[in-house]
């Protein structure tokens, strides 16, 4: 990014969005908003080839899912003319009913236009028109195999199953990853008319046959911008990392400390060195406390593509802190040293300038995060 821009943190949580942007050190944050206040915000999205331009993911209260659109870099809102919504039953195949759209992805660099938006439940929809109108894809909506894959709603997440990680290869606008809680981590190489399983390494959870796909639950899937052929993946079970064109996960949690496992929600990956990556693990012991072990919340990282995991905890509460970091509430920033961001179901947002070795918390009293992201104005 060029200097004069300014960095911004995008916040979406349960009753609105907020946008923090930061002076040029990166120390003071001031926050603007709220957006749509009350309504539930699941993802905002800065569009890096216009980056005037954002996309927010809502669910309005009694009306149900939308999407909103800013071309002001979030000063003036526009809801889309056609938002997603699964396409109507045919006779041949059973109606999905859209509960919200959780993931926002912007399309290749060389398609302007074109956005994807993964939904609850599982569905992938896409937008040419800057998110405008969107279209569901077929090769994935109504894919014969969608009940075995997706399971019954019951077998999703807490707040319902839901399509996320929506990932366009940056090499090849054909080229796209999806990753579903449940149903696994799945590959098209035609822009989403045919899709392949990939799963191979991944555990499955207790109790459930390993050949039906919706046993196993990515949480987050993430690629290295310097090197898209190598994948990072949070789990249900564990902590994993791809390297294409194998087809093989490899589980590298298994090197993080026993007493604290490889159970959590985000991932984020370094921007320049596929070596790098963050994780905030999260109780997964019994029913799945999905809380900081013990209550004192860290981030791990690996600089060896998890050979090795180290800790890191300075700033952070050592005591009693009980709250629980999302699949999308973990985002890091292109600067050097990268900035990393936490956002917490408590309504705090922790921020880092050096790659995790210190944090402070730069908001509070926030409703519920969701979501961050970062973006550059």
Known sequence: MAARDSLALLVATRKGAFILKADPSRRSWKAGGPILLGHIAHHMVQDPRDPRVLLLSMRTGHLGPTMYRSKDRG?????????????????????HVLDHSFWLTP????????????????????SEDGGDTWSPVAGLNDHPEYSQWMGATENGTPDGPKLHSVLVDPRDAKHLYVAMSSGGVHESLDRGATWKPLVDGLAVVEGFPADQLYVHDPHCVRYCP????????QNHCGIYRLDRPGQRWERIGLAMPKKIGDAGFPMVVHPRNDKVCWVFPMDGGGVWPRTPIGGRPAAYT???AGRTWQRLDKGFPDLNAWWTVKRQAMCGDARDP???????????????RDEGATWRCIARHLPEIYALETAEF
């Open 338 to 352: 990268v900035g990393l961001y936490v956002g917490t179901t408590s309504g705090e947002i922790w921020a880092s």
């Open 75 to 95: 000063r003036s809102w526009k809801e889309a003319t056609t938002p997603p919504a699964f396409a109507k039953a045919d006779g041949t195949r059973k109606a």
């Open 226 to 233: 310097s090197n898209p052929d190598r994948l990072y993946q």
């Open 107 to 126: 399309g290749h660099a060389s398609e302007p236009g074109v956005w994807y938006a993964g939904a609850s439940p599982q569905g992938l929809f896409r």
């Open 302 to 304: 690996t600089k060896n």
